[in-house]
């Protein structure tokens, strides 16, 4: 499988077939889907005339690749962006090296790049993680790979905790725990191939912050209904935008749940669906007649027939599930077209927490709908509204309130 031959046939004529069947079940038109087939193909072919197979597709081998087809005349899937989906199907394949289309040949470049692989193999993270972790250590690498030092043997505690200092001054403490984390990773990950003598992780202080010391910040009924009207339900986009933001504002969902929904996971005949939360907890919670209504409107008069199971899904081929930041970007968009300051998605599970409460129910039901581990964690939400929070006091030793 993929390995060197010199005969007529290349070493990937085998993959053509799978390859197109999995471009349409993305949802690829059909002319895509046979042009990078056929892509697929001429490679295979070239690779077969310079005796390589596919593990030999190196970055440069696959730059030398395309400026063959330049000079052949080629018209179509001329860049490494262009044939990213062959790249892409042949390592989900095995056939292929794992590499990064970023590599300049630098030092920072080559260490980037060995850190993705490192990333993918041995810790195994899911496409967002290793999206934030790779541009936390493009970062931290950049800054410290100038021409003076091209490499990082000689970085202090000192200059990390600088680092970390400014980096998170502008940020927001989830945000900033966030940012910390990735830069631990990649600390360990330069002492562990040797390239700084000592481990620096314990120069990374975690931010802090006390329990309850902030409000949640909410948005008012105005704001829902502009972020909800902004949606133009007579367009796909549209229909999809308008239920992931109900779902938010009706059922408290975080945007990583939002992402996660399965089509399997709606129980359309008891009016349920299946969330995956925090700590793989799984919950059911009842769907309310409006965020049931714009779900099927999407998967009915929106959602395109692909392969992928998720409810939401990209507008464009690769016909994909919607990542959590891609969910994020939707609240961002909304917000715009209304008119409103930045808005993140966690503000809209705020807000659902909030109206609940406003509309009279209890804290323990809050909790059980924002699926909370503890009643602690839900008290919170009680600083917004007097009575509520005059339910959860304590009396005062001697009767006084």
Partial sequence: MGGKQTGGLGPLDGYVGGFRAALMGLGYARGSAYGLSRVLAHLSRWLGEHELGGQDLTADIVTEFLQVRRTAGCGQWLSLRGVAPVLEYLRDVGVAPVWSPDVAGTPAEELLASYEIYLVRERGLAASSLYHYLRVARVFILAHCGPARPMLEDLTAAEVGEFVLVACQARGVASAKQFVKAVRALLRYLHLVGVTQAALTGAVLSPVSRPGSSLPRSIDRAQVRGLLNSCDRRTVVGRRDFAVLLLQLRLGLRAGEVAALRLRDFDWRRGEVLVR?????????????????????????????????????????????????????????????????????????????????????????????????????????????????????????????
Avoid at 310 to 324: I, K, N, Q, S
């Fill in 277 to 401: 939360g925090k700590g793989n907890r799984e919950e059911r919670l009842p769907v309310p007649v409006d965020v049931g209504e714009a779900v099927a409107d999407w998967l009915c008069q929106g959602r395109r027939r692909c392969s992928d199971s998720h409810v939401f899904t990209t507008m464009r081929a690769p016909t994909r599930g919607l990542t959590r930041s891609a969910v994020s970007a939707v609240v961002g968009r909304a917000a715009q077209r209304a008119g409103m300051s930045e808005l993140t998605a966690h503000r809209l599970r705020h807000t659902a927490a909030t109206d609940m409460l406003r509309s009279g129910a209890s804290l323990r039901e809050v909790g059980q709908v924002l699926r909370h581990a503890s009643l602690l964690s839900t008290t919170i939400y009680a600083k917004v509204d007097h009575a509520a929070l005059s339910a959860v006091a304590r009396s005062w030793p001697g009767g006084a309130r």
